[in-house]
């Protein structure tokens, strides 16, 4: 279980499919970045719409996954870690779910696209070094009760996939997602074998202020970090450290932990973001935990993020936050 320490980014180049848009080959340039300063880490989330026709799980255009193989090639080829996820999944995505014909945790029909194509990926991968290459089977499965999904529900479905890929691959490291967005920890699965992933965007009005696509970030005010009152707490890092007291339960019956996502979205203010950074970090680190932030530009990463207030310094041909990104290396040691 390598990747439980690796840190670096998340890339989107196969992330949001729309008709006659192909996938963006690898940026060669940010993994050179990545390798220069240590960082060792991409997860690569993806929508199987790129490969897939008419919810036709069984069929994938097998000349999409050649652009896994160069992306694989470009990390490995840097010393970096690639972890394979699959963010919209069939019957399933926490942004618009909505736009599945079936249902991941209730239809046997999009269970058993997902384990197919969970295995066409183990056939295809089988022989790679875990050192280059994990699974990270579905992004952030919803909250208990959504659609009426459960946590047997849940346990079904990744247990039988896990199960597909070891008959085919025995020993590929193999990554899940916490439940209800990522933050919820899965005990029921301790005996699995796999990495846990868990999230980093606790307080959401902190790091989700603003976002337009979470509905929770309607009418809030304008966050205060440390302070900022959410789910009952009033949050410092003594509640960020609390936070992850059932993962760290997990983590105590054998299980490797690791932080697939997080970051601030652009529009809290930036001393609040550098303090809540610094908090979560300095967690995590304690921790002994990895990470890899959601994006390596825009809104959500290092390179030109767009937050008001932010040091801004030429590195390497971008123009990085120099502060975050000095936090952010903090757990490379």
């Keep these: 279980m390598r990747l439980a320490k690796k840190t670096g980014f998340n890339f989107q180049w196969m992330y949001s499919y729309q008709p006659g ?6 940026d060669e340039k940010a993994l050179d970045f990545m390798a220069k300063h240590g960082f060792n880490f991409a997860r690569v989330p993806t929508d199987y719409h790129f490969w897939t026709a008419d919810f036709d799980y069984r069929l994938p255009n097998e000349a999409v996954f050649e652009y896994f ?3 694989l090639e470009a990390c490995r080829l840097r010393g970096i870690h690639m972890s394979l996820n699959l963010h919209r ?3 399933y995505c926490i942004n618009g779910w909505d736009r599945e014909r079936d249902n991941l945790w209730k239809d046997e029909v999009a269970a058993d696209g997902f384990a197919f ?3 066409t990926f183990a056939k295809r991968y089988k022989g790679v070094s875990n050192d280059d290459l994990s699974f990270d089977l579905v992004n952030e499965p919803p909250n208990i009760g959504e659609r009426g999904f459960t946590r047997d529900d849940h346990q079904r479905v990744i247990r039988r996939t896990v199960a597909a890929i070891r008959a085919i691959d025995p020993e590929r490291e193999i990554v899940i997602d916490g439940l209800a967005g990522g933050h ?3 005990p029921e699965l301790a ?5 846990h992933s868990g999230r980093g965007y606790q307080p959401m009005p902190v790091s989700h202020y603003e976002a337009s696509w979470w509905s929770g970030s309607k009418g809030l005010p304008q966050p205060e970090y440390p302070g900022t009152k959410w789910d009952g707490l009033v949050w410092d890092r003594n509640v960020l450290h609390d936070f992850y007291d059932p993962w760290r339960a997990v983590e105590a019956k054998g299980v490797k932990l690791h932080m697939g996502e997080f970051g601030c979205f652009n529009h809290t203010p930036n001393d609040v973001a550098l303090r809540w950074f610094r908090d979560l970090f300095s967690v995590w680190n304690e921790f002994g935990w990895g990470y890899a932030m959601w994006g390596f530009e825009g809104a959500f990463g290092i390179i030109d993020h767009g937050r008001p207030g932010a040091r801004l310094e030429e590195i390497d041909g971008y123009r990085v936050d120099r502060d975050l990104f000095e936090l952010m290396k903090s757990g490379l040691a």
């Design 69 to 71: 193989d160069r992306y």
């Design 191 to 195: 005996d699995l074998g796999v990495i």
């Design 89 to 91: 999944a069939p019957g």
């Design 184 to 186: 919820l920890a899965m």
């Design 21 to 26: 848009v192909m996938p963006r080959e690898a």
């Design 117 to 119: 194509l969970w295995e």
